[in-house]
Each structure stands twice: as C-alpha cells, then as structure tokens.
C-alpha cells in the first residue's frame, strides 16, 4: 500500500480515534462498614387501576394492565414474577382512592371505572369485585409475590375546594374488605395509606393532622381485626410527594409505632412529552437534583419518627405514564439504576418502580408482555446487590456513576458502574480498605493525591490477590447495536430474550482474570462481582 492510501486511510480513522476518550480512575470501597441497609426484597413494581382510556399526549399505553383486567394466564407474566424469587408488588395509584370493594353494604353500586369529565382524574368511581380479588391473590401465591395493598382514603370525605377535602375517614368498606382478605387466608405483607393526597396534593390533598388522626384509626382497625391471624401486616403511609412541613406534622400527630414505613414517590424525570427525557437521563447534575429529597426526608425521620423507614412507593421516572420510546428502551436504564443505587445510599428501604406493567414506564411490555430493558436491570439488581449499602469514593468524572453493595446470598462485594458519558472509556482501579483515609468528595483534577493517600490493605479470602486463578464475575450491558433507544439489551454483548418456552434467559457473567484490568466503555453499564474479596461488614 502506498503512502497516499495509508495517509486517506489514517485521516478517515483519525476523527474516531479522537472522539474516544481514555481516563483512567481510581475507587476505593470501604467494607469495614455498612453505611445504609435496604430491606431483603428491595426492588419492587407497582400493578395500577388505570383502564386503557387513560390517554396523554395523544396516547392510550395502557391497554389491558389493569388491576381490574391484566390476563393473569399469560405465562409471560408469571415466569418474569417467579424470577424474582419473591418479587415485591405494590397495588395501588391514583385511582386507588376512587375505588369500591364489592363486598359488605355498599352504599352505591359496584360498577367499573367510566370516564366522567367533573370526576377525579377525569374518571367515575370503580369497584374491585371479589371474585377478581379472589384471582389476584391465587396468582399472587402462585408467583411468591410480597404483596402492599394501597386502600382509599378519600372513602367518606367531602370535597371543600379545587383540590382539599375534608372530613374523617370512612373505614367501613376498607374494614370489609379486610375481614374478607382475612377469611380468605391471604397473606398482605402491607397496607398503604392513600395515594398522593400529601402536600399540596395531586388532584386531591387531605390535611396533615387529620390524615394522620385517620391512620392512628387504621392502626387500631388492623390490631383488631388481626388479633388472631399471623403474620400483622405494616402499615404505610402516606404515599405521596415530600413535603417537609407536611410530613413532619403527619409524624407528629400519628406518634411512635403507627406507621411501619413513610412512603413517598418520585418522579424527577418531568412529563412524559419531554423531549428532553433522554438528556436528562444522561445528565449527572439532573441526576444528582433528586438527592436533596433523600436527604430531607432522610432527617425528617431522624427527628421526627425513628421509629420508622422511607420506602419510595411509587418512582416512574417520567410521570403521565411515562416517555415514549424513551422510558420502555435501554437509555431508561442509566436513570433507573442511579436511582436504585442513590436510594438505597439514603436508607430507603423499599423501592418501589412504577410500574411492572402498563404504560411506556412498565418492565414489561404492555401488549406482548416481553421484558423491556429495565426489568432485566432490575433482576440484575435483586440477584447481585445485597442489603449492604458500602461507601466507595473515587477521582471519577461524575458521568462515571459509581454504587457498592455487599454481594447477594454469597461473599464478597458487588460493585455497579454506570457511564453516562458518550465519549470517554474509562479504566478502572479498585482498592478495599480497612481504614478509609482518602477525601470522598475528591474532585477529577485531585487523582494523584488521590490515590496517594488510598491505604492499600486489600483483602482476598482464601488465597492472595496475586493467585491468578482467582477471577471476578462481569455482567456488561450494552444496547443492540449502539441504539440507546433499543428496546433489546445486551448482556456481554448477547441480546438478553425469553426462551423459546417464554422463561427468563440465564444471566451469566464473564469470567475475568482478577488481574485483569477493568473498564467501562461510553454508555454503558457494568455490574462487577468479587466474590474473593473480604468485607468485615458483609460477613
């Protein structure tokens, strides 16, 4: 080849080769103790009441997912519940305070939700018949399914301006339904509390002393009418958006022991007709925004009521029932994650994703019910991330997300990586110590100090980190064909798809040298597992 053709050849490569980025990063994890612990089932979907007239934009992507009428025969549905191995379920939404049990002396029919222009949320009250509750809960035992139950907590209250209503609670259907659910022998791990009525309310609100005068009543109900079943369900509340103010006085006025867990919802992704959804995703500021809400209620607790835990009940990322193309493809994933890892960093409990069917926002999809990306990254999660939540500080970029967990069921430490940046490929240096002696907030440009004040005490169990039969566990996930928008992830670089029988793919890892260097290519994530590697506090 001559000069020329090599010279054209170099210059039509050269842009590629400098588009790509290499920096090299240090992290250090810190197990010599935990700094948060989440609870055993973590990760948790929502079932919701909308019926396929719930329209946004033009948009109807709700078809058949409701509560009320989800083909629970699909064995798509099962086998991705069962994966789980006792997968968290919260039922519940907005419509949850416009709906009716069949059951007990109704004073209005029971009849199916209706649009109505003048009703909440534009629909006419529902009803859960008993024969339906009787098929969700023979499906819930089926799959092994953790179940919270969220109950209306309108029932009895009179509208008194655009949005407050007032009035104590009526408990008579909600105590029917319960006294059914007992004599039937279903196991409720949770009832909830109502849905967004906190603060300034979405649709509707209830005032902070009165909502908490009715869960002390609840309380009461369920010690009642629970005396002689086993095990008690925890009772949550108020599963609406964080308002300070609010939330303090509705701890104040319930008192010690009422409420099992404070729940809260989150949807820090805006509307789902935002064209931006897919920059904000890959914005590590925006990203960050939704830690000010961690950390708020986190005290709000601490001062308040230590007597009890957050749990996010309900988090969709975009809210109006999700983003097209955006939150059910790949790209949704870099927000998911985050959020998983940030959360659990602020002793949030439970977390709850919004929702496992129905909508653009769904883990499956909502006509063929095939897994869409994010409910792989969520198995991932649940089957490599224990309870816990370890420190890890480093020089990175902050488009290089960065979580430690101690590994699930087994030793060792799991770590997850996620590189929102398009660009830079990044290596990656791991050290654990026993003494914790570098600056965690320490900036990109600090590395060589860093690094320099890193105690290099690593730990391997069984054999010195120099055995080089010793190996770590990779799990990359990449979209299909670089489309960040693809509905189809890649696990080490195969497409991750339902078996010819519909069962979930197997998950496995790559098998790495323990020596072997690590790194995290643009845009994507990584979960990596250590299993040699000693954590006094994962013991």
């Keep these: 080849m001559g000069f020329r053709p090599f010279l054209l050849i170099f210059l039509a490569l050269c842009p590629a080769f400098l588009a790509q980025i290499v920096e090299d990063t240090a992290f250090l994890i810190d197990g010599t103790v935990k700094i948060a612990e989440t609870d055993d089932n973590y990760v948790c979907a929502t079932l919701d009441w909308w019926p396929k007239e719930k329209c946004n934009y033009d948009e109807c992507p709700w078809g058949s997912a409701s509560l009320i009428n989800l083909d629970l025969s699909h064995p798509f549905l099962a086998n991705s519940i069962q994966a789980f191995n006792h997968l968290r379920l919260r039922l519940g939404g907005s419509l949850q305070n416009r709906i009716l049990y069949g059951v007990g002396n109704l004073e209005s029919p029971c009849h199916p939700f209706t649009k109505q222009g003048d009703g909440l949320f534009g629909f006419s009250r529902g009803c859960l018949l008993m024969d339906r509750w009787d098929e969700l809960n023979s499906f819930f035992n089926k799959t092994g399914a953790l179940v919270t139950f969220g109950l209306n907590a309108l029932h009895g209250r009179h509208r008194a301006g655009k949005r407050a209503w007032e009035g104590n609670w009526d408990s008579s259907n909600a105590r029917d339904f319960i006294s059914y659910t007992i004599s039937k022998g279903y196991q409720i791990h949770s009832w909830e509390f109502g849905n967004e009525l906190s603060g300034k309310g979405i649709g509707a609100k209830v005032d902070a002393e009165q909502y908490g005068k009715d869960v002390i009543h609840l309380n009461n109900l ?119 890892g940030m959360a659990a960093k602020y002793h949030t409990k439970v977390y709850c994703r919004q929702t496992f069917i129905g909508g653009n926002y769904g883990l499956l999809d909502t006509h063929t019910f095939i897994p869409n990306p994010d409910y792989y990254s969520a198995l991932l999660w649940h089957r490599l991330m224990g309870k816990g939540v370890l420190s890890v500080s480093s020089n990175a970029s902050s488009y290089l997300r960065s979580y430690a967990h101690c590994t699930r069921d087994r030793a060792g430490v799991t770590l997850l990586l996620i590189n929102l940046s398009n660009q830079t490929h990044y290596g990656v240096n791991i050290e654990s110590s026993a003494r914790t002696t570098s600056h965690v907030n320490e900036k990109s440009n600090h590395k060589r100090s860093f690094i320099h004040h890193i105690k290099k005490t690593v730990s391997w169990i069984g054999s010195k980190s120099s055995d080089v039969a010793l190996s770590r566990e990779e799990y990359h996930l990449t979209p299909l064909d670089g489309n960040l ?39 994507s994530i990584k979960f990596i597992v250590f299993p040699n590697l000693s954590s006094p506090s994962c013991r």
């Design 222 to 340: 369920i010690d009642q009418l629970y005396k002689h079943f086993q095990p008690r369900p925890l009772l949550l509340a108020p599963g609406g958006f964080y308002d300070k103010k609010w939330y303090e006085t509705f701890l104040e006025e319930s008192g010690p022991g009422t409420v099992g867990a404070l729940t809260h919802h989150i949807y820090n992704l805006g509307p789902g007709s935002d064209l931006n959804l897919v920059n904000k995703i890959l914005s590590p500021r925006h990203l960050n925004k939704i830690a000010d809400t961690f950390s708020n209620l986190t005290q709000t607790i601490e001062i308040n009521g230590p007597w009890t835990s957050a749990w996010v009940g309900e988090s969709g990322g975009a809210f109006n029932n999700g983003g097209h193309n955006v939150s059910n493809t790949f790209v949704n994933s870099f927000w998911y994650l985050d959020q998983l």
């Design 485 to 523: 928008q693809s509905k189809t992830m890649l696990l080490n670089g195969k497409p991750l798809l339902l078996t010819e029988i519909g069962d979930i793919p197997s998950l496995s890892p790559v098998l790495v040298n323990l020596k072997s260097p690590i790194s995290v290519a643009p845009l």
